[in-house]
């Protein structure tokens, strides 16, 4: 789509997630739970806090060597707290595999989500070079036409440099209309990796965004048109 602004069209790298994506709500959440469970632990228990801790990341680093892609990471969930049993073996009885398996798997999941988005910005960004792109859409999640009411956001990059400009639509503080908001961004063109930069504003006039965003898709150092 072109999106606000009429800018560039997706390559369809962007839209398309990679399989193996989607992992069912109801994990999620379980694994959302087991880290609000632990968290309060750090002013009741300090002590088990830190134990636990402790056995999260050692068991992190066995999943990413035995989880290399989201399959993997559900079929080690699946086995709920037997995956970390020999962890917790003769430590504090306060501490729960369960939660330490679940937590672990959810900081695992977000490190395989971040690195498939990494792949989805190359992949856009490789799509856009081969048809003579100057800028692409290189992710985009919601849909612009259901915005504000559902958040919406994409990233446009620059092929060439990586640059990038996060275009975001949100309700305002009424609920009825929207706001667009523009931030600066890089995408590092070996990693695929985004750093989010400074922001350059928030707008509830269509026009003065579609303005600010021509600006900002410029080369840098170009001068506005007078």
Do not use: K, N
């Not at 992992?23 to 750090?42: G, K, N, Y």
């Not at 002590?47 to 990341?57: N, T």
């Not at 892609?69 to 595999?97: M, S, V």
């Amino acid at each position: 789509m072109a999106g606000s602004g009429s800018g560039p069209a997706s390559t369809g790298a962007s839209g398309a997630r990679p399989s193996g994506w989607d992992v069912p709500r109801a994990v999620l959440r379980s694994w959302d739970h087991a880290e609000a469970r632990l968290f309060p632990m750090v002013m009741a228990r300090p002590d088990l806090y830190q134990q636990s801790v402790i056995m999260i990341q050692r068991l992190l680093a066995r999943l990413r060597e035995t989880c290399p892609d989201l399959p993997a990471l559900l079929a080690a969930h699946d086995r709920g707290g037997d995956l970390a049993a020999d962890l917790t073996a003769g430590a504090d009885p306060g501490i729960q595999p369960d939660l330490v398996a679940a937590a672990a798997c959810a900081m695992r999941y977000r490190e395989l989500v971040a690195s498939l988005a990494a792949q989805g910005r190359l992949a856009a960004l490789a799509g856009a070079r081969s048809q003579g792109r100057s800028w692409t859409v290189v992710e985009e999640t919601g849909s612009e036409d259901r915005a504000p009411f559902i958040p919406y956001q994409r990233i446009e990059a620059e092929v060439a440099s990586g640059r990038a400009v996060i275009i975001s639509i949100e309700p305002d503080e009424t609920l009825s209309r929207a706001v667009h908001r523009l931030e600066e961004g890089q995408i590092d063109l070996v990693t695929g990796g985004l750093r989010i930069g400074e922001a350059i504003g928030s707008y509830l006039d269509p026009d003065a965004f579609s303005t600010a965003l021509r600006q900002a898709r410029r080369p840098t150092g170009a001068q506005p048109p007078a």
